[in-house]
C-alpha cells in the first residue's frame, strides 16, 4: 500500500519551461490538495478536488493549473515556470480529517 | 478564514529539557480539527496528533502531551525530557468543517526545535 506517491523527488527548471508534477493515490480517497511549502511560511494551500472532474483553488492558485480525470491522479502543472516558484511541493490526500501526505518534490527554477 | 499563528520560529534546548510549542489558531466555525506534524531533516510531514473542536481533554503519548484550550484558541505541545532525534520543524495546523472550506489544511509558520546533546 503505496499511500500517496509524487514524482519526481526533485526537479531543476530552466525560466519559462513548464512541467507536470505527478500525485497519484491508491487510498481511493476523494479529496487531494497541493501544497508549498517556504521557509518562514508554513505550507500554503495552491489547489485542490473534491472529486474527479471537480477541482479549486487554494490560497496561492497563480501560475499553477491542476486537472482531476480520475480518484486516483491529480497532477499540478506549471505552464510557465518562475523563481519564485522554487518551493517544495505536497500532494495529499484525505478523508474524515485524517490526512496522509507525499514525500514532496523539491522543485528549483533558475 | 481560518489562521493559525506559531510564534516561536526557533527554539533551541538542551538534551533532557522541557520545551513547550505554541499554537495560537482563529476561526469562525464551531467544528474544526486541530493538528500537529513533524518535519525532520529528511522532509517528510510526520502526523503526531489530531484534536477536534469537541474534545478539549488533554492528551499525553509518551514524551508528547498536548494542552487544548478553546477559551484561549491555543493548542500547545509539549515535549517532556527532550532528545536530540526531536529535532525537527513542528507544524500546527487547523482544519475547519467540510461544509466551509472542503476541509482545507491551514498551517501556521513552523518552529524550528534543536535539541543539542
Known amino acids: 500500500n503505496a499511500g500517496v506517491t509524487q514524482t519526481p523527488k526533485f526537479q531543476v527548471l530552466k525560466t519559462g519551461q513548464s512541467m507536470t508534477l505527478q500525485c497519484a493515490q491508491d487510498m481511493n480517497h476523494e479529496y487531494m490538495s497541493w501544497y508549498r511549502q517556504d521557509p518562514g511560511m508554513g505550507l500554503r494551500l495552491i489547489h485542490y478536488?473534491?472529486?474527479?472532474?471537480?477541482?479549486d483553488q487554494g490560497e496561492v492558485p497563480n501560475g499553477y493549473n491542476v486537472s482531476r480525470s480520475t480518484t486516483e491522479d491529480f497532477p499540478l502543472r506549471l505552464l510557465s515556470a518562475a523563481p519564485s516558484q522554487t518551493s517544495v511541493y505536497f500532494c495529499?490526500?484525505?478523508?474524515?480529517?485524517?490526512?496522509?501526505f507525499g514525500s514532496g518534490t523539491r522543485l528549483t527554477v533558475v | 478564514a481560518q489562521k493559525v499563528t506559531q510564534a516561536q520560529t526557533e527554539i533551541s534546548v538542551v538534551e533532557k529539557e522541557d520545551v513547550t510549542l505554541d499554537c495560537v489558531y482563529e476561526t469562525r466555525d464551531t467544528t474544526y480539527y486541530l493538528f500537529w506534524y513533524k518535519q525532520p531533516p529528511s522532509g517528510e510531514l510526520v502526523f503526531l496528533i489530531r484534536?477536534?473542536?469537541?474534545?478539549?481533554q488533554n492528551e499525553i503519548s509518551g514524551r508528547y502531551s498536548w494542552n487544548f484550550q478553546k477559551s484561549t484558541s491555543s493548542f500547545n505541545f509539549t515535549i517532556t525530557a527532550s532528545q536530540v532525534v526531536d529535532s525537527a520543524v513542528y507544524f500546527c495546523?487547523?482544519?475547519?468543517?467540510?461544509?466551509?472550506?472542503?476541509?482545507?489544511?491551514?498551517f501556521g509558520e513552523g518552529t524550528q526545535l534543536t535539541v543539542n546533546p
Open positions: 495529499a490526500t484525505h478523508r474524515a480529517y485524517g490526512y496522509t
Open positions: 478536488s473534491v472529486g474527479a472532474g471537480i477541482t
Open positions: 495546523a487547523l482544519s475547519e468543517a467540510w461544509e466551509t472550506s472542503g476541509s482545507r489544511l491551514t
Open positions: 484534536r477536534n473542536s469537541f474534545d478539549e
